[in-house]
């Protein structure tokens, strides 16, 4: 749910990162927010537990600047992936604009990702929203452990499991070595700005 | 999904708010969206906070306190209020879409502050039922 402020000329934008746990959201923002200081004026905000996992969301404002003379503010969230925090979950989903779907590369978590998609389709059809008519992007990270011998899936399973009913635009990644982070945001960012535009024309 | 204010819509919501609410005594506003989004805020010129994180985890705490209420049988708690040694703040739930977040000292006294938050509360409705009735 964008807020268009006519009179700052400021558009606030919604993006939250969803998918498994441990899947690696929390690190996108993080290498975001070290890549992007110029973009960004405050402290990534973090809800985590003691042991590091994310409890209820993480947060970061990000400027992209003026598009057609307004600023445009990101507002990026991620979910918390563990199955048990659905309820949270739900809640950061609220008047979401866009969704980068983080999965998870490695063979064991296959049925994780499969799992997270159809929970991210119920919890968005409690807002009346689908994967149809969303702006969403896949990243498929940790595509870097391959080197150090790890089974993991190929783009062409990944694809298959999540995609094949979307066709949408996806992102073999690693978030830890910031391998196609950033394009993966700059792709969310464009749709999700487009469908905006649309709405508004 | 997007809702747009123009800057007469704007301005009426920050007069009231300027006049109920910051002439008053209160340190600073904010009027936010269940998203998290800032629809305006105003403050009296003494502090600088970080609004967007701010309106991220009030838009998030109010969200969870309104899930713990259904979970115990209560449609939603009337009073949501957090103390602390010099700031105070106060949420109000404006509609569905709204929340009213306030900031205050302890030179203002919460009952005080809870009539004028109330009195701006109702002047607002007005201004964005017609906004919460197009995104329903």
């Known amino acids: 749910m964008a807020f268009v402020n006519l009179k700052n000329k400021l558009i606030q934008v919604k993006i939250v990162y969803y998918g498994p746990g441990r899947g690696g959201k929390t690190t996108n923002l993080e290498y975001i927010n070290r890549t992007f200081a110029n973009r960004i004026h405050s402290e990534m905000v973090t809800v985590k537990t003691h042991g590091d996992r994310t409890l209820f969301f993480d947060f970061l404002p990000f400027d992209i600047g003026l598009v057609n003379g307004y600023q445009i503010k990101i507002q990026l969230y991620t979910v918390p992936g563990q199955v048990k925090y659905d309820a949270t979950r739900r809640l950061v989903l609220r008047g979401v604009d866009g969704v980068v779907f983080v999965a998870d590369g490695m063979t064991v978590r296959r049925e994780n990702n499969i799992e997270s998609l159809h929970n991210l389709q119920e919890n968005l059809a409690s807002y009346k929203k689908n994967l149809r008519t969303l702006p969403w992007v896949l990243q498929y990270n940790k595509m870097d452990l391959k080197q150090q011998g790890i089974p993991i899936m190929t783009l062409q399973t990944l694809e298959q499991d999540l995609n094949q009913e979307f066709h949408r635009p996806f992102f073999p990644a690693s978030a830890l070595e910031g391998i196609n982070v950033a394009a993966t945001l700059k792709k969310i960012i464009s749709l999700t700005v487009a469908s905006i535009r649309k709405e508004f024309r | ?136």
């Open chain 2, 1 to 136: 999904m997007s809702y747009t204010l123009d800057q007469k819509q704007l301005d009426k919501i920050e007069d009231i708010l300027k006049s109920e609410l910051i002439d008053n005594g209160v340190r600073c506003v904010f009027l936010i969206d269940m998203a998290g989004n800032i629809v305006t805020n105003l403050d009296n010129g003494e502090k600088q906070h970080d609004i967007y994180s701010l309106a991220a985890l009030a838009a998030g705490n109010f969200g969870a306190v309104s899930a713990m209420a259904k979970i115990i049988g209560e449609n939603e708690f009337s009073l949501l209020f957090h103390k602390g040694k010099k700031e105070n703040i106060h949420f109000n739930k404006i509609s569905s879409e709204f929340l009213l977040i306030t900031i205050f000292g302890n030179d203002i006294s919460l009952g005080f502050l809870r009539m004028k938050v109330s009195e701006s509360v109702e002047q607002l409705k007005g201004l964005l039922e017609a906004l919460s009735r197009e995104q329903a």
